[in-house]
């Protein structure tokens, strides 16, 4: 076990993948030399080459068109988008390329081995355009598949088994986390599952859902509301598509209640698609209506950015109005 | 760390003249004039009868194909077609130039260059009737081809997206140390999409062995060229991303298959793209759904007809000797037989069995498309006569 | 009132537009001379001049960043996608900028004045590309408005409202009504409400919302249900985005019981935001789960076009289940 | 109908060449040399002394200004910074030669080009702390400056976006029937979108009266030039599409006024787009987030802040008998207090209420806005010294 922040767990799962598989190439803007604006793939180009990590020209639509052709003859590619506040230009190659790869062709080809790594989130004083989780967008593509660790350990194990999934992954980076977030992680390699939820907390009134940095923000509220005696049981859901439903209804049932927090705004937002899901699988169950924590229905505003933030207090009090229903 | 200079190479002036149209007026290569005679001193690809004749034969067999398509469209047996006739040269005379393990990935109008790699009638049949005798498994339109062992990519609908894949397939090609290339067919409508941009100029900074083979055949379905760009065509642009380009008549079989033998050979040993643009006309209407009566003259069209590609091989092959007036005519009879034949026998075979319709969306079906594949068997088993293709075989 | 189909009440309030505002400019793929694939632009050059009428080169993301410009300088820009399909290449024009550009400049700039016009919907045997329900994927944006019509005197009175409405109106058209569908069309100009949905049909048992060509599925299963005995309540949603929660709420409590149907894959799809929503609004009136009817989570097939509709059949007998839970 | 043509002006050539990088070797434009002597023969625009001055001062005021918000970044009073230095000359030569009804669409290193508007040392605090007297109400991050009355669209930070919608909103002006072009700024790294693709493409083929101005200053973050494009600039580009093209020293302001003076006026004689290229170096680093050291050597850094355009016009000046070198040290002196007292008024402004947080998102906030509003005040009011910022002003 090494100490290590998220940063360095994603390097060290690149820097593996790269040794182990000599078709693993890393691209994107500034990710050779510099290794990265936030410096994730530092030492990839001169360990392996400007061959395997280089930088790419400034066109999203161009990295993942690449990316795509390059995992259709067979290589493994590893783009990197510098902002998920950037990927939209790569929407077409992602949404009509990547994900129907493999059906329109009937199995003979496919973008499987692609993976696409990505800093999403706000919290940093990013505004509209270094802000955003876009995950929902993404979740609506049949084919795709999305992961989003919590911590520096769930990273290392989610991007090697992303990476080796033959499905092509967005693999999504809170990227308030990446200093910030330090733990321990194993030296030699190991894969967490993909489409697997986590409980991290069992407790046995209410559910709470939440992926990535958020995951701090609802063991926030459920401390606070441990202190009113309400026992919260927490999932960390990991992958957004495909995602556990059944680890999800499973603890419903148990509790009876389910409040799903995220950053991206409400209106169609994935906690929709849990909250559809659930209200369907545990109608009997349910206590409650399912609560939505999320952000504001408004682009991500810099100056009121504390105020639009779905954090532990809006949590809490969430909380609170379900367990009283 | 070396210090760079992007002003290395730069001159000077002194005097603030705006660069107006007309300094790129690139040439387009033509070896063979209207009338089939070589053009003085024009030195043609050296290739033997028997090369010469498969060329020969097979825009002869896309012909007919496209003809009896068009018919079937119209008798209502398939939903859709999309002719390339006029452009015959450009794709079957790229596709002779390269070896067969080059991957071929095009826009939707190479037919050709299909035909020119094997594709069988058979395939063909089986692709237009979406059967479960298709390996893309009916699940795209007529005329999205794709065929694996061949090294044709499976073709989508989405213009352009294919360029920058192709710089990247192309450069897996060149990783994995293959003798092979990659070229990447597009009309020059789609060149105005921001794939091409990023495409063209990723291949250039990346050294990718790939060769863009543009068809600029006049329209965009109803869009005249005029109207989808105002420089010197597309090839003006490849120099702009320090591309190597070349421009070709479309319509000259000959200069079509030099120009990419040439084009291939660089893209290989200098390990870096190549564009070529075909000047060409596409004579079909844009597809079975398109009238082009709304939007050009019979007048126009008529000019184009007498620039046939078939008809100035043809004239060469007759001067060199190697036209078999009797046997073409032969082998235009038996495709049409044959491709009557496979039409009426194809027309049978059946689609594939539900249980795919979840199958390829992932490697393996995850629990959510196990349970709607459930779901729907269970229904269809309900409702049988709804949905009498699948139901019979559940 | 005159007979129309879809795309002549399409043209014609576009003729209206152009004839009251000279600021309006149609543009698009084929648009201009051809009258676009579908022919709803035609004669507009004609009438217009090709300065308010015109082709664009073949570039999706062009012709929304050309809206944009236009919009955000006060004219009236009306811009065709020729296919849903195809609409994604323009995706980041329309996240990131058509619906943020009033926001981040605080008023100063907009593109409130942008309509996009884009055909959708499958049951045209076109496949992967020419099939596709994208609604959802815009749903997720603040700051656009959807807008979706049933029939011609909808779509006339619609998209009038959509362009005069001062936000930008993505104006989603079902193509395979567009010749189907014929109805009676007022020759004068009127305006639908956006942000309103209509009830269609009153019933008491449950609820059935759908939108464009779905309705007539939704009819057609009520009719099936109403030899059942099941008296089924009709509602028209007609704009997406915002949505009138208000109207599909008071329904559901009324009848207890709701059913939505999308042509869309069901995960993400925007039937998951009403369910999430109603079942927050309505816990305590649901008297079953509500049900989403709607495509396969897989790209859209050719050949099992059939089995992947959420059509008649499948509605009614979700209708059966949700009425016997 | 008239009949199309789209080879009626092309040449023949009846030899396979391949065309070479180097036919575009396009020279650049420069008036004054190194030393600020014009070159021999050079006709400088006819510019008075006082707007001159102007020129120099603004080019001085953005010199301090970029010091002291870097400084102001790095004592952690305003949370990001980006500075234009060495690139005055490009900017703000630039927006000299437009007129002020022109619309300025810039990428977000052209506060010059903002300053030399007008845009005031208040207004610039203001944007750069985010507050409530900023027109655009803070939502952006600093150096995302708009103003409407300077006709300065307020900047967005994904990269290439305002290339169409520059070419849209010239059309826009055109239709209007406006004296007035639009000018769209980017870099050489931006160039590389899709965006760009689309927008020239479509200012060319639309007629549109825009001037596009590429500052190339070899670097987009750490990626140098020759990793971005392999072709000759972005200047080549300009001419695939037809579009009326010239290359300027971005580190000559005389050239580049003179360049964009021309541009400006072409652009709205003939109704068509021209782009500029101007030749230049970042000598900031990328912003207040980036070190360069990891990228570039500091030898290359020296080598171009030897031509510091500043000094450049300075010598000019000089020579002409223009240059007041106390009463520009005073100048430069009262700017920086100038900066210094704002930057410490401004900071005690407060930001917008937290009712703005959903205002602008539509022409007025529907049900759901007004719905979330609503509960998030209940909120604040709760927890106000969780939201310090805004629960006093409820
Ligand atoms: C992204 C995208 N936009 C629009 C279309 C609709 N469309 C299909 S073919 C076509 C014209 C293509 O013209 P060109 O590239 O010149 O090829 P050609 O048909 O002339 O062979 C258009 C607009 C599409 N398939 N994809
Ligand atoms: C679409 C998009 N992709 C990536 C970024 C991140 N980014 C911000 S600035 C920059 C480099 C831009 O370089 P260039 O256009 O040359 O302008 P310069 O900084 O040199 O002035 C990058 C990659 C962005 N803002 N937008
Ligand atoms: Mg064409
Ligand atoms: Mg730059």
Redesign the interface.
Known sequence: MVKMNLLQAINDALISMMTQDERVMVFGEDVGHFGGVFRATSNLQEKFGKARCFNTPLTEQGIIGFANGLASQGSIPVAEIQFGDYIFPAFDQIVNETSKFRYRSGGQFSCGTLTIRTPYGGGIAGGHYHSQSPEAFFAHIPGMKIVIPRNPFQAKGLLLASIKDDNPVLFMEPKRLYRASVGEVPEEDYELPLGKAEVTAKGSDITLLAWGAQMEIIEKAAEMAALDGISCELIDLRSILPWDAETVCESVMKTGRLLINHEAPLTGGFASEVAATVQENCFLHLESPIARVCGLDTPYPLSHEKEYMPDHLKTYEAIKRTVNF | ???????S?????????????G?????????LQADGKP?????LPSLDQETVQKIYDTMQYIRVLDERMIAAQRQGRI??YLACTGEEASTIGSAAALKPQD?I?SQYREQGALAYRGYSTEQFMNQMF??EL????????PI?Y???ELNF??I????G?????????????K??GEEAI?ICYFGE??A????????L??A???NCPVVFFCR?N?Y??????????????I?????????????VDGNDVMAVY??TE??RK?ALEENCP?LIEA?TYRLAAHST??DPT????K??EE?WRAKDPILRLEAWMEAKGWLDAEANKQYVEKTRQEVLQELKRVEQVP??V?D????????TP????RK?LKD?KE??A??PE??P??SGRL
Chains 1, 3 share one sequence.
């Open positions: 760390m070396k210090d760079r200079n992007h002003l190479n730069v001159g000077l002036s002194h005097e603030v003249q705006i660069i107006k149209n300094i790129l007026d690139i040439p387009m290569l033509q070896l053009h003085d001193g024009a030195v939903s859709f991957m990935m979406s059967n298709e390996p893309n498994k009916g699940r795209q339109m999205h794709g065929a694996k990519m499976t989508s609908s989405p213009l997206t294919q360029i920058p894949q192709a710089s990247g397939y192309a450069y897996g090609q990783m994995a990659t409508g789609a105005s999409e921001g794939d091409f941009h990023a495409g100029n990723m250039a900074v990346l600029n006049g965009a379905i109803s869009t005249p060229a005029e109207e989808q760009f105002a420089g010197d065509g090839a003006s642009r490849g120099l702009g991303y320090g591309v190597k380009t070349i421009r030099a120009a040439q084009a660089i190549v000047m759904s398109d709304g939007y050009r003259s007048d126009e000019k689609i594939c539900v795919e319709i979840v199958e390829d969306v992932y490697d995850p629990w959510h498309l709607q729907l229904h269809i309900k409702y709804a949905y293709k699948t």
